[in-house]
């Protein structure tokens, strides 16, 4: 018996990689239009910015229906095996309540983990549950110690553009020409599940070194536990720039940075251009 790892393709963790570390993945649906695609499988991250950049409408995404996480809720059953399954936040999706629907017909097999986070912040649980799992703990101890471990998540992103925000409706049209005329970026984070405006920067230098100083804030950074670091777009060079003005964050504290690229559950609204960081604060 093992235990298995379920995860949403909200994560942005790419399929390969899961595939690699033995993770189940679950893809959300994204729609352009009249064109349905799965998210990380019939559509990469970079097919997703190209489409984005042309289309005129945002495209819209799904949460995975009850019945496909019962389709592998049954196969962890029938193989006699137990699993964690992590969702995206419950208040950004319904995939949540999805599987717990899902996991009543399965109980004592399948705990449902909120990850109360999205893209890598929901990434870097994944990740610590894969440990977990290699260290041979039980289903229920990896979900005791997630449920536990999540809340000292850090999640803090700087956009690039706001013109993604006006066509979700999120601000208006007059805030969003004046934002940009201004070079406006906006610092967000995701706090209790939720998506937050931390604060505005006038240009990407300052927008850095805001990111820098709200991870100072939470007491740094825990290097003994996964964290990342992401971009959004067909371009990494905003991502280089940042990583070079925070230089004296993971100087000699890591030999390699891991780096994501942010996908459409999160990049949809982000649009290209957007950095974002991940980690589990020093303070934990």
């Not at 717990?100 to 999205?118: H, K, P, Q, Y």
């Not at 706001?162 to 601000?171: F, H, N, T």
């Not at 990111?211 to 991502?239: N, Q, R, V, W």
Request: glycine content about 8%.
């Amino acid at each position: 018996m093992s235990v298995r790892i379920i995860i949403d393709s909200a994560c942005d963790l790419s399929k390969e990689k899961a595939d690699q570390m033995h993770l189940d993945y679950m893809p959300l649906k994204t729609m352009f239009g009249d064109q349905e695609f799965l998210d990380g499988i019939t559509i990469s991250h970079q097919e997703f910015f190209e489409r984005l950049v042309e289309s005129d409408t945002l495209p819209t995404t799904s949460q995975i229906p009850p019945y496909e996480y019962e389709q592998i809720f049954s196969s962890v059953a029938e193989g006699g095996d137990t699993a964690v399954c992590i969702t995206l936040s419950s208040k950004l999706s319904g995939s949540y309540q999805s599987a717990c629907l899902a996991a009543s017909e399965f109980e004592g097999t399948v705990i449902v983990v909120d990850s109360e986070n999205v893209c890598i912040g929901e990434q870097i649980l994944v990740l610590f549950a894969a440990r977990l799992r290699d260290q041979g703990k039980s289903a229920q101890e990896i979900s005791d110690i997630l449920n536990e471990s999540k809340k000292h998540i850090r999640l803090i992103a700087l956009l690039d553009t706001l013109e993604y925000l006006k066509k979700g409706g999120r601000i208006s049209s007059a805030t969003a020409f004046a934002g940009n005329l201004l070079s406006i970026k906006p610092v967000v984070a995701i706090e209790n599940g939720e998506v937050v405006i931390l604060g505005k920067a006038r240009g990407s230098k300052n927008g850095n070194n805001m990111l820098m100083e709200l991870t100072d804030k939470c007491g740094g950074i825990e290097f003994s536990l996964p964290f990342c670091l992401a971009y959004s777009g067909l371009s990494d060079a905003l991502l280089q720039k940042y990583i070079k003005d925070s230089e004296s964050l993971y100087q000699g504290k890591v030999d390699v940075l891991p780096i994501s690229t942010i996908g459409s559950t999160i990049g949809t609204h982000a649009g290209p251009g957007a950095i974002a960081v991940a980690f589990f604060a020093n303070n934990l």
